[in-house]
């Protein structure tokens, strides 16, 4: 049976919350098996390759933020102090850098089959305030957007888990030695 595996991250929200037990609860009642689990507190450093690891991603990152104060009628040049989405990507990442380095977090790859996507689906959009009723971000998170822009903080969303399979494979490296990690059969 083809086996994919997803690295997720319970991030300092949900960590200082008590989500643990929770998330990881849900995750093997639907059958994908973990196969490294570590409790690290990242520095900056560490932070920033997980966060904006090539040029796409900021100015991707950037078009979006970009994009979103435009629909909500906010000026980025007036909270932020740029238009230009590079710029916007950098700024977005000191907040995500921010957010993920303010505490511990519990760094987890999980296997099975279709493992990113049940593991995306259960875990809900990554704004939490569209996130449906039974996923994780909807049953145990609110924050928003409009909110996190509005006020220049970082989006609180609890996890973390990877967007697809080449992402997961970044993501493995970066994560976890491969001594770490214990396949299951």
């Known amino acids: 049976m083809h086996r994919q595996y997803s ?4 991030k300092p929200d949900g960590v200082k919350r008590g989500l643990i037990g929770e998330i990881i609860t849900r995750i093997e009642k639907i059958g994908l098996k973990m196969i490294a689990c570590k409790f690290i507190w990242i520095d900056k450093e560490f932070a920033s390759k997980h966060y ?8 991707d990152t950037g078009k979006r933020a970009l994009e979103f104060y435009k629909e909500h009628g906010l000026d980025p040049k007036e909270k932020v102090g740029t238009m230009d989405a590079r710029e916007m990507g950098e700024f977005i990442q000191k907040l995500n850098i921010e957010y ?8 987890m790859i999980w296997q099975g089959p ?4 049940i593991i995306r689906k259960l875990v809900g959009p990554t704004y939490p305030q569209i996130a449906p009723p039974g996923t994780i971000r909807g049953d145990y998170s609110f924050d928003s ?5 509005t ?10 888990a990877s967007s697809s399979a080449e ?3 970044f993501e493995r490296q970066l ?11």
Not at 7 to 10: G, K, Q, S, T
Not at 100 to 107: I, K, S, W
């Open 167 to 169: 992402e997961a494979k």
């Open 114 to 117: 279709h493992a990113v996507e």
């Open 100 to 107: 993920l380095t303010e505490g511990p977090v519990l760094a």
């Open 7 to 10: 690295v997720v991250l319970i």
């Open 52 to 59: 904006g690891y090539d040029e796409k991603w900021f100015v």
């Open 145 to 149: 957007p409009l909110f996190s822009n």
């Open 151 to 160: 006020n220049n903080k970082p989006l609180r969303n609890l996890i973390h």
């Open 175 to 185: 994560w976890f030695k491969e001594d770490e990690i214990f396949g299951i059969n």
